[in-house]
């Protein structure tokens, strides 16, 4: 499926799981990013493809009717309890891959899609459901360059070298887990004959891979007890943040509220529908990482080097997504 195709599947499939109304095909072909332009023909012919395709992907299209008066006005939409996947087991090697995978899926570039979509579904009167939204939820993605090598590896149990903190490492790659706005390297350590953990972003060169592929066996994880190290430090700062209603559950339960007289602060106080709270964390750099996550859901009001770390975080991230967005052609800018 090329890549224009399956932007325009996604998109289609955001558009009808996001109404809470049947969608007619009308305002399918306004809403959806990919029919625009076509002749009347043509959109018939590709928006049939694509529901053959959604169809065979397994995604099930309900189609009706949102008036009783005017049942041939038929329009489409998705359950979201049709669209989930119902309860599935899973080997070690298989839960390793899928758990990576859907991490890495939840990218801006997605999130940059149901805004959108969204945005036209209110503006051609069809009320979206946010609470669907769940099972497209999207975060800040991987930017590090040691990441892309090791997911392959992980993918082909394939063993890799790389220098950390100085000493060079041959492991078999166990997981990649997000943790506190960092991604971690769960491995076996060839090397020292143990099972290791690796902060990605301290990997100093390229991960190379060692051998053949399928040469390890990944075991059942623990991942808890695996990533137990990352246990945060004693807290030895406090931030002031803004943060949306409803938004960042994780932060909140280590948080307290904040009265509204705390907001004054150089970068001001709370946008219309945040809450300000009070947030401890030990070091900057890795608070940076955890809160950047949350994207626009959480501001950073105070201490001014945290604010100034987590906007660096979150314009290197930007970069990297920019940096790798293929070059459109003159004439689909």
């Known amino acids: 499926m090329s890549a224009r195709k399956s932007e325009r599947?996604?998109?289609?499939?955001?558009?009808?799981?996001?109404a809470r109304r049947f969608?007619?095909?009308?305002?399918?072909r306004q809403l959806v990013e990919g029919y625009h332009g076509l002749s009347d023909a043509a959109f018939e012919r590709t928006f049939e493809r694509d529901k053959e395709e959604l169809r065979t992907l397994g995604v099930p299209i309900e189609t009706g009717s949102n008036s009783a008066l005017f049942p041939d006005e038929v329009g489409y939409r998705i359950r979201r309890t049709d669209f989930e996947l119902p309860p599935l087991e899973f080997d070690a090697a298989e839960t390793a891959a899928l758990g990576l995978a859907s991490t890495v899926w939840e990218q801006a570039r997605l999130a940059d899609a149901t805004v959108r979509a969204v945005a036209k579904l209110r503006a051609a009167g069809v009320e979206?459901?946010?609470?669907?939204a769940a099972a497209l939820e999207a975060s800040v993605g991987a930017a590090e360059p040691a990441f892309e090598p090791l997911w392959q590896a992980l993918?082909?149990?394939?063993?890799?070298?790389f220098t950390y903190h100085g000493v060079v490492r041959v492991v078999e790659p166990w997981t990649l887990a997000y943790r506190r706005g960092a991604w971690y390297l769960v491995a076996f350590d060839t090397t020292r004959g143990e099972r290791r953990l690796f902060k990605v972003t301290r990997i100093s060169d390229a991960p190379a891979p060692v051998g053949r592929p399928g040469a390890y066996e990944i075991p059942a994880l623990d991942l808890a007890e695996s990533l137990a190290a990352l246990e945060p430090a004693p807290a030895t700062a406090e931030a002031l943040l803004a943060i949306a209603d409803a938004a960042a559950p994780d932060l909140r339960r280590r948080a307290t509220p904040a009265a509204a007289a705390a907001a004054h602060t150089p970068a001001g106080g709370a946008p219309?529908?945040?809450?300000?709270?009070?947030?401890?964390?030990?070091?900057?750099?890795?608070?940076?990482?955890?809160?950047?996550?949350?994207?626009?859901?959480?501001?950073?009001?105070?201490?001014?080097?945290?604010?100034?770390?987590?906007?660096?975080?979150?314009r290197a991230v930007a970069e990297g997504a920019a940096g790798a967005a293929p070059e459109r052609p003159e004439g689909q800018r």
Do not use: F, K
């Open 272 to 314: 219309p529908g945040y809450g300000l709270y009070r947030w401890p964390y030990a070091e900057d750099r890795d608070a940076a990482g955890e809160l950047a996550a949350h994207g626009a859901d959480v501001v950073v009001l105070a201490p001014p080097a945290l604010r100034d770390a987590v906007i660096a975080h979150l």
């Open 23 to 28: 969608v007619e095909r009308e305002q399918i």
């Open 128 to 132: 979206p459901d946010a609470s669907r």
């Open 9 to 18: 599947i996604m998109n289609l499939t955001i558009c009808l799981l996001m």
């Open 155 to 161: 993918l082909a149990r394939t063993r890799v070298r």
